[in-house]
């Protein structure tokens, strides 16, 4: 088992859908961090969390440490959103990044 | 302020031979992380350097290594390459720790023939 689990591995939706990509880890942690990779590998932090929520734009992301759980959402989902969107773990020393195998997103018109 | 950057951009060696690759960071970012992404084993960390020094070392052998200058550059050198070894090498920039917001490279396409 995965130190950290993703879910849906793959998510195609319609343009304007409300969108859910799931996260769970199995080890005690300091922080987690929400990633979106483009096309070609650029990849971009968007959020940072060691408890509670955060939200930028249409993106919103929370955490339930008891619950050793994540989630993104989307909110008014575009093509342009089409990425892949990888959680990864900071260990509870702050040692390292633990990587989720990533949630493929397609949004279409 | 100019992002990260890695040089080359491509690369192509053979079996056998060694490689170095080179990350700038954003200026005044201290820590540099570097991250190794292939199909099979999605992203995997391999260290992360701060202050010219080794602060973490994800699980990788010991052919992996790297190093950073006092102007927080850094490089990773890989010797005795193997096919395994074929990846997307990214590294990442950091004010002072893992827990600061992460700015990556565009990457390193190293392809091991």
């Known amino acids: 088992k995965n130190e950290v689990e993703q879910s849906p591995q793959n998510l195609t939706a319609q343009e304007g859908e409300f969108i859910t990509i799931n996260c769970s880890y199995s080890v005690g942690i300091s922080a987690l961090h929400w990633l979106q990779q483009h096309p070609g590998g650029g990849i971009v932090s968007l959020f940072m969390l060691s408890s509670g929520k955060k939200k930028h734009g249409r993106l919103i992301a929370t955490i339930n440490i008891q619950e050793k759980h994540s989630s993104l959402h989307i909110t008014a989902s575009h093509p342009r959103d089409s990425a892949v969107y990888i959680c990864a773990v900071e260990g509870a020393s702050g040692s390292r990044l633990t990587f989720g195998e990533g949630t493929q997103l397609t949004v279409n018109p | 302020k100019a992002g990260v950057t890695q040089t080359p951009r491509y690369l192509i060696k053979t079996r056998g031979q060694q490689v170095t690759l080179s990350c700038s960071p954003i200026s005044g970012h201290r820590s540099v992380s570097w991250y190794q992404q292939t199909p099979g084993q999605g992203l995997q960390f391999l260290f992360e350097y701060f202050s010219e020094t080794q602060r973490n070392k994800g699980n990788f052998p010991g052919r992996f290594s790297g190093r950073q200058f006092s102007n927080s550059r850094s490089e990773m050198n890989v010797s005795t390459l193997e096919l395994g070894d074929s990846a997307l090498y990214l590294c990442?920039?950091?004010?002072?720790?893992?827990?600061?917001?992460?700015?990556f490279g565009p990457g390193t396409r190293l392809t091991v023939l």
């Open positions: 990442a920039s950091s004010l002072s720790t893992l827990r600061d917001t992460q700015y």
